[in-house]
């Protein structure tokens, strides 16, 4: 009888532990160890260690005068598709997409997977620095591998798979990087040809969402012009006439809609700093000897800011508004989370776009080795938390998203998986799966159009 009371004690007193330790470790956990309703991502601001603008944004509470308001005159036609499962697209989440990958089996050889080690512009830096060109398919110009391998972009199946994975993060318009017909990067191959079955990969996959919804309009695709050899005010003219006369009535042809109606094409001008303002305004203002206001070919022009006399230059040059693209928080003055309040603050002031860019985080090191310094480590998620919550806290009009495919400076959310050669081991997205960053996505996309909801009210 003893012995039976004494094992009864024991397992009383081990239950009694186990109760009071599962109790403390309930205490342990903040409300914000989930994922907060209000302001996803606020509490991790800390954790990257570089100033940025904290301000919550409140449900309930109005505007007070001194909060940044969305630019006037504008207002994005945020059109919901049913994406399957996953819940709704929204058309003021832009993603920057890429094109510019080729295989063997595709192209006859690989396209960017084999890009160069650039070498440092200072001869004594470069010296200390390995010089080459990466082996795929097991040595790729990038800190990740894809879970897809090292693809080729002409691939069908590739894009379709693409499509897909933008759909799941909710993203609703892909931003096509371009260059004229014949013209390329330094390390690619003209791709101008690819446009049409980008088009309608993105119409095609819509398409599919539209007819269990019953909805008639697809817009998705946009276009991020890039800098090429004698880009300047007349060619970019040009070019924007080829672009609309060629692809302006495809289904997936996006356009943004302001707040009197109008609905017109929207480009990214990549690097628009390299052309000066006085040459800009002839095509971009009312009065210029080249002016494309309020002709078949107006549009929304967006250019990119870098330094903080860029916003001027931008005012002058007659543009509808500005971006940031770069992803490594710092690295420029646009791309500085702690300016992104001041900047929206003068876009608002000047009937302009701001469109702060935001990505997971950056690392080029597997092409740029000298160039360590502008790294920002992803945190399993808390770099990318950090900048989608700095975006919402200006309350922009759209937000992009740099970038879905851009391998070269690690600022991809495309799925990536792990990878072990004998030479290189790459950085994966462990512990969590290949889809985390589109899921954090989607995340973000679907809170910012709720805040959003609020501030237009």
């Not at 994922?35 to 409140?58: T, Y």
């Not at 110009?141 to 897809?148: A, H, T």
């Not at 003219?237 to 009197?260: E, L, M, P, Q, V």
């Amino acid at each position: 009888m003893a012995r039976l009371r004494r094992k009864a004690c024991i397992a009383l007193f081990l239950f009694t532990l186990f109760i009071f330790g599962t109790m403390m470790g309930l205490r342990t956990l903040k409300p914000s160890d989930g994922f907060s309703d209000l302001a996803p991502g606020l509490e991790l601001l800390p954790m990257i260690g570089r100033k940025v603008d904290q301000r919550s944004v409140s449900r309930d509470a109005p505007a007070t005068p001194g909060q940044s308001q969305p630019a006037a005159g504008s207002n994005t036609k945020v059109v919901l598709l049913n994406s399957g499962p996953e819940g709704t697209i929204f058309y003021d989440v832009h993603i920057f997409y890429y094109v510019w990958y080729g295989t063997p089996h595709m192209d006859g050889k690989y396209i960017h997977w084999d890009h160069i080690l650039v070498p440092h512009w200072d001869p004594k830096i470069a010296s200390s620095y390995p010089r080459g060109r990466h082996m795929p398919p097991e040595d790729i110009g990038s800190s990740f591998y894809p879970e897809l391998n090292p693809y080729s972009s002409r691939d069908p199946d590739v894009l379709e798979s693409h499509m897909e994975q933008i759909g799941a993060s909710a993203a609703g318009v892909l931003v096509l990087s371009w260059y004229p017909p014949g013209l390329a990067d330094d390390n690619g191959e003209p791709t101008e040809d690819l446009v049409p079955a980008v088009l309608d990969a993105a119409y095609r996959h819509n398409l599919k969402v539209k007819r269990h919804q019953h909805f008639l309009m697809c817009e998705c695709v946009a276009f991020h012009i890039q800098p090429y050899r004698g880009r300047n005010d007349l060619s970019v003219h040009d070019n924007i006439k080829y672009i609309i006369d060629r692809y302006g009535d495809h289904g997936a042809f996006y356009k943004f809609t302001s707040s009197t109606g109008k609905s017109l094409p929207l480009f990214y001008i990549y690097d628009s700093y390299l052309t000066p303002p006085e040459s800009w305004s002839e095509f971009l203002t009312a009065t210029g000897s080249h002016s494309v206001r309020g002709s078949a070919y107006d549009s929304i022009f967006i250019a990119l800011i870098v330094e903080e006399r860029h916003k001027h230059d931008i005012l002058a040059s007659g543009f509808d508004g500005m971006y940031t693209y770069f992803a490594s928080n710092g690295f420029s003055f646009g791309s500085s989370h702690q300016n992104w309040k001041a900047i929206k603050a003068f876009c608002d002031g000047n009937n302009l776009l701001f469109i702060p860019s935001v990505g997971p985080g950056y690392i080029d090191t597997s092409i740029r080795p000298w160039n360590n310094h502008n790294t920002r480590n992803r945190v399993n998620g808390r770099y990318y938390e950090t900048a989608l919550q700095a975006a919402l806290n200006v309350r922009p009009e759209i937000v992009t998203i740099t970038s879905f495919n851009e391998w070269h400076e690690g600022t991809q959310i495309e799925r990536a998986m792990p990878k072990k050669t004998v030479t290189r081991v790459y950085l994966d997205y462990q512990p969590h799966g290949p889809d985390h960053y589109l899921e954090l996505t989607r995340r973000w996309a679907e809170q910012f159009n709720k805040e959003k909801e609020q501030w237009l009210m």
